[in-house]
Every structure is written in structure tokens, then in C-alpha cells.
């Protein structure tokens, strides 16, 4: 570490790699009051032009970052990420929180000692302060930016972490089932405002209800398919289609990507 360094209180968080998840947890924590002084980005990706958005300062290597920082959330891609840490001045006291899918805690920590390492799956969903993110491990350190961008929901090992990840992937496909529906409403006539409100708001209705009652899943649905009813009606053309078999089998085929 650098005289200069040492002279210097750390800063909270700094950024490896700025690319849009990362600009979804600044946007996310500047909303919820964390001071710009408390950031810090690495000088790649988006630095300049988030640097710019937000009034924030630019590292002026990774080097200094890690120097400058008690928290690294690294966002880089996922062959990138251990490369990106070697070589740099980690310390005992320091924790990385890697975002970077499938990429183990141990190759990290080999790369990155004596620093800690913990993984999180946040969502661009951050930026609004409504992004679950699953972690592990659980690491207090890193909480103060983690709980200001949505609930964080620990996990009790890596394999675990693992299967929830897809949970990332499925975050996008149901914007597309939602894309979907609105183009087909304003086919139908409904205008593109309304149908792509309604339309979202409907699948956060649904989420809400299944986040927040403890009933099983299968009787909250059975109370909305009854007999002859339009829910019945299209639960059994999915059916037909096999829809929940394709479902399953690109959660799966997500799950296998991340494991190897």
C-alpha cells in the first residue's frame, strides 16, 4: 500500500469492472442515499460515462482501487474474473462480492488472497432498489450495499447459489413473456402504454402474492383455474404445448452451464 493510501480513510466500495450490472448497483445505492464519496469505479468498461452520470471518481488503475477500498463487487466477465484479480494488493481485511456467474469461490480466493470472497447474483432490477439477490456467503461487510438494492437472501452453500443463479436467467425471460403479451394486446387493439403497464404489473402481482403468502403455490393457483374459468382455458393449451417441459428444460440447461 502506498504512503498516500495510508493517509486516506478507505473508501466503502469500489467497482472491477463497470459494465451494466454495475451501473444498476450504483444507480440503486446513490437512489437509496449511499454518498457518491463512498464509491469509487475501476478505470474499464463504462467507467468514464458512469463516472459522468453520477459524479463519481475513477480509480486510476485496479491497482489503486483495490488500494483505496474495503469492498470490491467484482462485475466482469465470468472468464475474466480471476485473471482480473491476480496481482493485485489484497488484504485480510477486504471482501470481493463477485457477480460473475459460475465462477467458484475457490478459484477467486486463490486468486485474490488473503482477501475474502463471496458471491452475488443481483439484478439490473437493483437500480430500482427491487433486485433479490441471492448470496454466499452471507459477509456483513458487504451488506450495506447489497440490502439497499432489494431483499438479500443468503444461502447455505455454493451448490445452492448455484441453482439460484438461474434465477438470473429467468429474470430475463420473463421481461420477454412480458414483451410477448404486451405485442399481443396492442395487436388486439389495446394501446402500447396500457397493455405494457398492465401487462407488467400483472406479473408483479403474481410475484408479490407468491413472495408474500405462505400458501402452496398449487392452491393459490387452484383458487384462480377453477372448472370452465379462462385461467383453465390456457393452463391447458401451455399444457398441450408442453410449455412446462421446455420451461424446465432451459432452467436446466442453464444449471449445467453454470457448473461446469
Known amino acids: 500500500m502506498t504512503a498516500t493510501s495510508q493517509r486516506l480513510p478507505l473508501i466503502s466500495f469500489g467497482f472491477l469492472g463497470v459494465g451494466h450490472l454495475a ?6 445505492a446513490l437512489a437509496s442515499g449511499s454518498p457518491a464519496s463512498e464509491l469509487l469505479l475501476s478505470p ?17 488503475d485496479n491497482g489503486a482501487l483495490v488500494e483505496a477500498t474495503s469492498v470490491v463487487v467484482l462485475g466482469v466477465r465470468p472468464a475474466q474474473a480471476r485473471g482480473a484479480l491476480e ?7 477486504q471482501v470481493i462480492v463477485s ?7 475457490a478459484d477467486l480466493a486463490e486468486a485474490a488472497a488473503p482477501a475474502r470472497v463471496m458471491r452475488a447474483m443481483p439484478l439490473t ?15 456483513a461487510t458487504a451488506r450495506p450495499l447489497l440490502d439497499r438494492q432489494g431483499p438479500v437472501l443468503p444461502l447455505a452453500s455454493e451448490g445452492d447459489f448455484e441453482v439460484a443463479t438461474v434465477s438470473a436467467a429467468v429474470y430475463g425471460w420473463v421481461q420477454h413473456l412480458v414483451g410477448r403479451s404486451t405485442a399481443w394486446s396492442v395487436a388486439e387493439g389495446l394501446d402500447p402504454a396500457s397493455a405494457r403497464r398492465l401487462t407488467a404489473l400483472t406479473f408483479v402481482a403474481a410475484g408479490r402474492v407468491l413472495a408474500e403468502r405462505d400458501a402452496p403455490i398449487e392452491d393459490l393457483l ?37 457448473r461446469r
Not at 87 to 93: H, Q, T, Y
Not at 224 to 252: F, H, K, N
Open 87 to 93: 496481482g493485485l494488493p489484497w488484504r485480510a481485511d
Open 222 to 258: 387452484a383458487e384462480l383455474a377453477t372448472p370452465g374459468g379462462i385461467t383453465e382455458l390456457g393452463l391447458s393449451v401451455l399444457a398441450d404445448r408442453d410449455v412446462s417441459g421446455a420451461w424446465d428444460a432451459a432452467q436446466a440447461a442453464v444449471l449445467d452451464r453454470l
Open 44 to 60: 474499464r468498461g463504462r467507467a468514464e460515462s458512469v463516472a459522468k452520470r453520477f459524479g463519481l471518481a475513477v480509480a486510476a
Open 23 to 28: 451501473e444498476a448497483l450504483i444507480e440503486g
Open 99 to 105: 457477480c460473475c456467474a459460475g465462477v467458484a469461490i
Open 125 to 139: 432490477a437493483a437500480a430500482i432498489g427491487a433486485s433479490p439477490i441471492p448470496v454466499h456467503p452471507d459477509l
